[in-house]
């Protein structure tokens, strides 16, 4: 077992100074009634935190350290970029070699904008699905997470249901009516709220890989149906990547999926574990955007040189190395290990991934929506999840966020991984 007197101390200290002493709520650990671990730095694979305990990651700063942290490359990207200046508020060449790179991953993309993060990417993908339809109702589903925009905090996933909070005050009760959520993978309920207010529906925005619910990719006929009854009615669909984007797959769900969003938006990966976001979608769309067009949307820290630099860097990097494939490999055979120890004892879990992303659920079925999930075993979890993190395995501290893989996670991480699991349930639950 680790200790972490320093953690607790900091903690402490923290909560001094910061709302439940930190800077976004899943961190502080308190859905699992954990001391959320403060870390010093980060290689490969590892996290190391302020005891000088040594962490097996699979966080991954959800999602960016795709290539493991501290990558060289990418750390010699940012010196390189850091030399000649953190911010100028005017553009730069790499703003336009980072959009090319994505544009040919993601063909979906015809033009993109550069934004700070995942949340300001939704949050102005939704105003300007408003402005170019001149409609304002929009449907998003519930468990999916889109960031803490007004407009989509509604019945939303990750640290909202974490901590209980479906609904967050200070939304506006006019503002919030004009958001409608439906059960994720469920036509029919979709069906029924589309032809309920389709003449003024303005967007459907879907994780199509969601990472905010634990990992649940959507059924292939649920996307179809959004595509097929968005194009009709001319509203737009907006595919959130944030977390599946480079995650799953070189061009993210939609390539998976093989379904064209009108618009899609994106973080994390794209800026190389610097702060980031992006959204980017059809030319008539974005050119709707000021200073084209008359949806405003600004920022001086948008395309700010040091994370286009971090993001160009790791994007190249995975279009050289392509390692989904193997990503894939790696995360099924570690939930495969430990689904096999869970049987050996007679505790059912489910499991699932693509690419780098994954999940796993104490259930004996494979949860295809939020209520499955809620459904879950959460005595378990908690149990389950300190006993990780005590050991040196740093799982995601709430049932309600995924899992992610690095390059850098080989056979013996996997195999200690698998080894500590083992020893914890034959200590028992
Ligand atoms: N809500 C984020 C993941 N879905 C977690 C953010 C964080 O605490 O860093």
């Not at 390189?80 to 553009?91: F, I, V």
């Not at 402005?131 to 449907?139: A, E, Q």
């Amino acid at each position: 077992m680790n200790k972490i007197n320093k953690s607790i101390e900091l903690f402490k200290e923290a909560k001094l100074h910061m709302p439940g002493g930190v800077n976004s709520p899943v961190r502080a650990f308190k859905n699992i009634d954990g001391n959320p671990i403060f870390f010093k730095k980060a290689k490969g694979a590892y996290v190391f935190d302020a005891d000088n305990n040594k962490y097996i990651d699979y966080i991954g700063s959800w999602g960016p350290m795709i290539m493991g942290h501290s990558h060289p490359e990418i750390i010699k990207a940012i010196s390189k970029q850091l030399e000649l200046g953190t911010s100028y508020g005017a553009p730069t060449s790499i703003e336009s070699s980072t959009a090319i790179l994505i544009k040919e991953c993601m063909p979906s993309i015809k033009k993109i904008r550069m934004v700070n993060s995942g949340t300001e990417a939704t949050m102005s993908a939704v105003r300007l699905a408003r402005g170019f339809t001149k409609r304002n109702k929009i449907i998003k589903f519930d468990g999916c997470y889109h960031g803490h925009v007004d407009s989509l905090l509604i019945k939303a996933g990750s640290g909202v249901t974490t901590f209980g909070l479906p609904d967050s005050p200070g939304i506006p009760k006019e503002l919030a009516k004009q958001t409608l959520s439906c059960e994720f993978n469920n036509k029919e309920d979709f069906l029924k709220v589309f032809n309920k207010i389709k003449n003024d529906l303005a967007a459907v925005i879907v994780e199509p890989i969601a990472g905010n619910m634990g990992f649940i990719p959507a059924d292939k006929s649920f996307l179809q149906l959004l595509r097929k009854k968005t194009s009709e009615n001319k509203s737009l669909l907006i595919f959130d990547e944030v977390m599946s984007g480079f995650r799953v797959s070189l061009g993210g769900a939609q390539e998976i999926y093989k379904i064209k969003p009108d618009l899609t938006t994106l973080g994390k990966v794209i800026g190389g574990g610097l702060p980031v976001g992006a959204f980017g979608g059809r030319k008539e769309i974005m050119d709707f955007l000021a200073p084209n067009g008359p949806v405003y949307q600004a920022g001086t820290l948008s395309g700010n040189p040091l994370a286009m630099a971090a993001g160009s860097k790791l994007i190249k990097l995975l279009i050289k190395n392509n390692p989904y494939k193997a990503l894939e490999a790696k995360a099924s055979y570690l939930l495969d290990g430990m689904q096999q120890l869970f049987l050996e004892h007679n505790i059912p879990l489910s499991i699932n991934q693509r690419g780098g992303m994954f999940g796993f659920f104490f259930s004996e079925n494979l949860p295809k929506n939020l209520n499955d999930v809620i459904k879950t075993n959460d005595k378990q979890f908690k149990k389950f999840l300190n006993k990780c993190i005590a050991n040196g395995i740093y799982f995601a501290p709430s049932k309600f966020e995924a899992g992610f893989i690095s390059t850098k996670h080989t056979k013996v991480e996997i195999n200690h991984t698998i080894s500590i699991i083992k020893q914890i349930l034959e200590k028992g639950l």
